[in-house]
């Protein structure tokens, strides 16, 4: 009696280890992607820069003058 115990606590041991071994890792997700990117916008930006820059000098040399 005590050898088919011993038997069967052997095999369960067996079967459990070998179903915690047979587990699916999933996969880690994919990385998000580093910041924003920089599109056609910053050429927009650049220019209405520039055009407010020119209408700052203009304004400013206008009222210098008066």
Do not use: C
Not at 22 to 44: E, K, M, R, S, W
Request: glycine share 8%; charged share 10%; aromatic share 4%.
């Amino acid at each position: 009696m005590k050898k088919n115990k011993t038997l069967l606590v052997s095999v369960l041991f067996l079967l459990i280890s070998i179903a915690g071994v047979a587990q699916v890792v999933i996969p880690p997700p994919p990385t998000p992607p580093p910041g924003l990117p920089i599109d056609n916008g910053i050429v927009a930006l650049v220019i209405l820069g520039v055009a407010y820059g020119v209408y700052k000098i203009i304004t400013s040399r206008k009222a210098s003058n008066v």
